[in-house]
């Protein structure tokens, strides 16, 4: 599998932008770079992914570099909700075993009023 | 999107017992999961609960041990067998349906206390 490193913590200001950088120098060509979160005391959720080019959702922002060796998920204006394990995460979807989500250590995001 | 209902939330059982946590999804999906999430640790995938046969388990996990039902597309159990404090854990079930541009779908989780 496809591996992905990140920062164990980062800490950001509320209200100010948050740059969450993602490593996967391994990656191939049909994965796809997914991003999680999990809220404390609840199970994951999604944010957001892309395949080469930048997404924009309601949530987040995900920046991808042009060899696709890295991505970064950028918050807009952290808020104190968005406190959480964000989880970047490679998916080959054509492959049987990409259905399933292989966890890292996710970056532990802390926000500060 | 796919909502999940997990049950129960939590737990604490007596060692040597067995809990068994149900997983009921509120549309039919493809791929069904378990994963374990240890204390202070990241999430790890126990099986794929396959529909109709038995659950395909990843390394380090067991049948007799983790045995997973899957009669249909949308409700699929996990019991944990004979246990100890050592699986003492945030057991979560996750959905998703094939494809490139399909996410995943988290259950609330169960979390256990085995004393």
């Known amino acids: 599998d496809a591996k992905t490193t990140q920062p164990n913590s980062m800490e950001s200001n509320e209200e100010e932008p948050v740059h969450l950088p993602c490593n996967h120098s391994?990656?191939?060509?049909?994965?796809?770079i997914h991003w999680y979160r999990q809220l404390p005391s609840q199970g994951p959720e999604y944010v957001i992914h892309?395949?080469?080019s930048n997404v924009n959702n309601r949530m987040a922002s995900l920046a991808i570099a042009e060899d696709r060796k890295s991505s970064t998920l950028i918050l807009h204006r952290a808020t104190l909700r968005d406190a959480a394990v964000y989880y970047c995460?490679?998916?080959?979807?054509?492959?049987?075993?990409?259905?399933?989500?292989?966890f890292g250590g996710g970056t532990r995001l802390m926000v500060k009023p | 999107s796919a909502v999940i209902s997990q049950k129960p939330s939590r737990d604490i059982c007596q060692r040597g017992t067995s809990l068994t946590i149900q997983c009921q999804v509120d549309?039919?999906?493809?791929?069904m999961f378990w994963y374990r999430q240890q204390p202070g640790q990241s999430l790890t995938l126990i099986a794929t609960?396959?529909?109709?046969?038995?659950?395909?388990?990843e390394s380090g996990f067991v049948i007799d041990k983790f045995p997973i039902s899957r009669p249909n597309l949308t409700f699929s159990t996990l019991t944990v067998s004979n246990m100890s404090p050592e699986d003492s854990s945030i057991y979560l079930c996750?959905?998703?349906?094939?494809?490139?541009?399909?996410?995943?779908?988290f259950g609330q989780g169960t979390r256990l206390t085995v004393v």
């Open positions: 996750s959905v998703t349906r094939q494809g490139p541009n399909t996410e995943a779908f």
């Open positions: 609960a396959n529909q109709g046969s038995e659950a395909t388990y």
């Open positions: 549309s039919q999906v493809t791929m």
């Open positions: 892309g395949l080469t």
């Open positions: 391994t990656i191939s060509g049909t994965d796809y």
């Open positions: 995460i490679l998916r080959d979807p054509y492959n049987n075993a990409g259905n399933m989500l292989t």
